[in-house]
């Protein structure tokens, strides 16, 4: 059983920093990709940030140019660095690490997509507020 324990949040100012992470531990065969996701009160749940294995990185239009997504393989963790947070970004984070799935390399020898497997922190409360 794979497990994620992600830390970080907090209230902060509008214009300051975070730094969320997200530690892994267990079992955890050929990882896809990190991502960082976010649900702000009566809104979906948004993909903010990914990372794949082989390091290319994807951000939400929204928060490009302001949060990195980075990792550290031999701590098995990944973060978030947020910069001027403005009060929009007040949400729920939650890290995500997509796996193999079970069949997806029957999947892709066959010509279709893999589906992976998906785990999820717990979430943190990220509040940007003067």
């Known amino acids: 059983q794979v497990q994620l324990v992600e830390s970080g949040g907090g209230l902060v100012q509008p214009g300051g920093s975070l730094r969320l992470s997200c530690a892994a531990s267990?079992?955890?065969?050929?990882?896809?990709?990190m991502g960082w996701h976010r649900q702000a009160p009566g809104k979906q749940r948004e993909l903010v940030a990914s990372?794949?294995?082989?390091?290319?990185?994807n951000y939400a239009d929204s928060v490009k140019g302001r949060f990195t997504i980075s990792r550290d393989n031999t701590k098995n963790t990944f973060y978030l660095q947020m910069n001027s947070l403005i009060p929009e970004d007040t949400a729920v984070y939650y890290c995500?690490?997509?796996?193999?799935?079970?069949?997806?390399?029957?999947?892709?020898?066959?010509?279709?997509?893999?589906?992976?497997?998906?785990?999820w922190g717990q979430g943190t409360l990220v509040t940007v507020s003067s």
């Open positions: 990372i794949t294995a082989g390091g290319s990185t």
């Open positions: 267990g079992s955890i065969f050929s990882i896809n990709s």
């Open positions: 995500n690490v997509r796996s193999q799935g079970p069949l997806d390399t029957l999947r892709t020898i066959r010509g279709g997509q893999p589906l992976g497997l998906d785990t």
